[in-house]
């Protein structure tokens, strides 16, 4: 299995970026799929996750309103489309799939199996 993650890049506060996994190696339709991200010196955090189907989508708090996954099955993409950029959205970005997530776990890093190798997106003030 591998996730290959793309899309990140130095931006200015305010502006948009859009991320992209391609997933090869697995049935993209069984997986849930979901971006974390890590900051320096803090833990990978949970940002958004996305249903098998696609048709139920978890947020974080912060990225609500801002942030919106969405997938495609044809091409075994999941994307992670960020507007209104902040600075304290700079980390490195990590897309990540797994069959047997739950509801109760989805949000914990721990309860998947696959990592993309992440990508970098940092927003200047």
């Known amino acids: 299995v591998q996730l290959q993650a793309s899309g990140g890049g130095l931006v200015q506060a305010g502006d948009s970026l859009r991320l992209s996994c391609v997933a090869s190696g697995l049935t993209f339709r069984r997986y849930v799929m979901a971006w974390f991200r890590q900051a320096p010196g803090k833990e990978r955090e949970f940002v958004v996750a996305i249903a098998r189907s696609g048709g139920n989508t978890w947020y974080e708090d912060s990225a609500k309103g801002r942030f919106t996954i969405s997938r495609d099955s044809a091409k075994n993409a999941v994307y992670l489309q960020m507007n209104s950029l902040k600075p304290e959205d700079t980390a490195v970005y990590y897309c990540?799939?797994?069959?047997?997530?739950?509801?109760?776990?989805?949000?914990?890093?721990?309860?998947?199996?696959?990592w993309g190798q992440g990508t970098q997106v940092t927003v200047s003030s």
């Open positions: 990540a799939a797994d069959s047997g997530v739950t509801l109760s776990s989805l949000r914990h890093a721990s309860a998947y199996d696959y």
